[in-house]
T-cell receptor, first 114, second 115 residues
């Protein structure tokens, strides 16, 4: 079945540090890939997405590139801020398996300290 | 409404009691999803409603769990004879269509604690 594996947290960074959160996936079809963010006490919000190989999703300074050859969708940001502290979830939807369902990773908690 | 609304935000119940969790999706969204978020387990798909079609219940963990969606809008997730392992955050999401490429909008969730 489909699965998403993302790096274990928690991750603690100083403000303005570079962020990478690794995400790899397995899928039977040709999935679309997503990053969601959950700020404390809030629901999940779509951060960015990519629907085909080599696409780059970007939003709020975050980027992730769909790499089919390595089945990866790593999240990056050049300079994190305290306000980026949240839990980040990598997810996929598998068009071949029914695109309505998202399969999530376990989440990575990011804490940014001033 | 402007977002997906869930109630209650927190629920503490005694083991063996029944609970009902409510989700009010964004107006006009035809698709509605329930997920469960357990500590350290990520998000687990529970059930999916799309318009008037029969729901996909393949993610419900046991027959103690059921859900309905009335009039294509509000949904209620019911857990009967709650157990401690049911403690989790239950998240509802909605979207314009059944395809997740349109993006889900999630509610803030109901934190259920079974004591």
């Amino acid at each position: 079945g489909d699965s998403v594996t993302q790096m274990e947290g928690p991750v603690t960074l100083s403000e303005e540090a570079f962020l990478t959160i690794n995400c790899t996936y397995t899928a039977t079809g040709y999935p679309s890939l997503f990053w969601y963010v959950q700020y404390p006490g809030e629901g999940l919000q779509l951060l960015l997405k990519a629907t085909k190989a080599d696409d780059k999703g970007s939003n709020k300074g975050f980027e992730a590139t769909y790499r089919k050859e390595t089945t990866s969708f790593h999240l990056e940001k050049g300079s994190v801020q305290v306000s980026d502290s949240a839990v980040y979830f990598c997810a996929l939807s598998d068009q071949g398996a029914g695109s309505y369902q998202l399969t999530f990773g376990k989440g990575t908690k990011l804490s940014v300290i001033p | 409404g402007a977002g997906v609304s869930q109630s209650p935000s927190n629920k503490v119940t005694e083991k063996g009691k029944d609970v009902e969790l409510r989700c009010d999706p964004i107006s006009g969204h035809t698709a509605l999803y329930w997920y469960r978020q357990s500590l350290g387990q990520g998000l687990e798909f529970l059930i999916y409603f799309q318009g008037n079609s029969a729901p996909d219940k393949s993610g419900l963990p046991s027959d103690r769990f059921s859900a309905e969606r009335t009039g294509g809008s509000v949904s209620t997730l019911t857990i009967q004879r709650t157990q401690q392992e049911d403690s989790a955050v239950y998240l509802c999401a909605s979207s314009f269509s059944g395809g997740s490429n349109y993006g889900y909008t999630f509610g803030s969730g109901t934190r259920l604690t079974v004591v």
